[in-house]
């Protein structure tokens, strides 16, 4: 375990499991205090526990993140815990896939109230502070369905879409003061959330040069690079962890 992150405290949302739970490993190796927010607290404690036996000081508060209160209700009780949340990693999210006039208001809410504005009144309530103190990182997840149309993904790919432009405009907004604001843009990731998805992920993925599904560590290397002084001149991109999807 490296110092890199000693004495810095990160937030990432849907931390239990897949690519949040990888992040906390990736975060607490390099030093960092860590937050986990999720729905299931049975799963939020076990992942402390083993981010502890890593070594590593680790905390869970369950959130359901729908709302501007949630979200706010969740910065306040990390940074009570941590005492300065210097890093946010906005990774919860849902991602129900279908045809446009198949999808109901109550789906559009839940999809928007999570993907979209829970990290909204995330930043909201934990960038000002971080940018009163002179530093922080901001670390959103996307996805690829944000960067080209398709079928059956307008509502998840619109919303990550619309992520993608708060990255620009926060970094915008925040950096001269200190705060980078970046983005992860997975593609396929073999996840406890995408394991019902069977043979439809590995032939989503073999469109991409890589061939095949990526992993939560994979994904999680790109954030906590992002979240480091490694990416110390870095403000508003997309770092693509995709297998290459984007770029064929």
């Known amino acids: ?127 000002p502070a971080m940018a009163e103190r002179g530093h922080g990182a901001i670390v959103n997840v996307t996805t690829m369905a944000a960067e080209f149309g398709v079928a059956g993904m307008s509502l998840y790919g619109s919303s990550k879409a619309a992520v993608v432009l708060l990255t620009k405009s926060w970094a915008a907004e925040f950096g001269p003061r200190g705060v980078r604001v970046n983005a992860v843009s997975p593609g396929p990731t073999r996840t406890e959330g995408t394991a019902g998805m069977g043979e439809d992920l590995d032939q989503l993925a073999s469109a991409a040069p890589a061939g095949r599904p990526g992993t939560p560590e994979e994904v999680a290397e790109a954030i906590a690079f992002l979240a480091s002084p490694r990416a110390s001149f870095i403000h508003g991109t997309t770092l693509h962890v995709d297998g290459g999807r984007t770029a064929v």
């Open 1 to 127: 375990m490296t110092a890199e992150l000693s004495g810095i405290g990160a937030l990432i949302t849907g931390g239990n499991s897949g690519i949040g739970l990888a992040t906390a490993r990736a975060l607490v190796r390099l030093g960092a205090e860590v937050v986990l927010s999720g729905r299931n607290a049975a799963r939020g404690e076990q992942a402390v526990a083993e981010l502890r036996e890593l070594g590593g000081t680790a905390h869970f508060v369950a959130a359901e993140l729908h709302d501007q209160e949630s979200a706010r209700s969740l910065a306040r009780a990390a940074t009570d815990l941590l005492g300065h949340v210097d890093v946010l990693v906005n990774n919860a999210g849902v991602y129900p896939f279908g045809p446009t006039d198949q999808m109901s208001e109550k789906d559009f809410d839940w999809v928007y109230g999570l993907n979209v504005k829970a990290p909204y009144f995330l930043v909201a309530e934990l960038a």
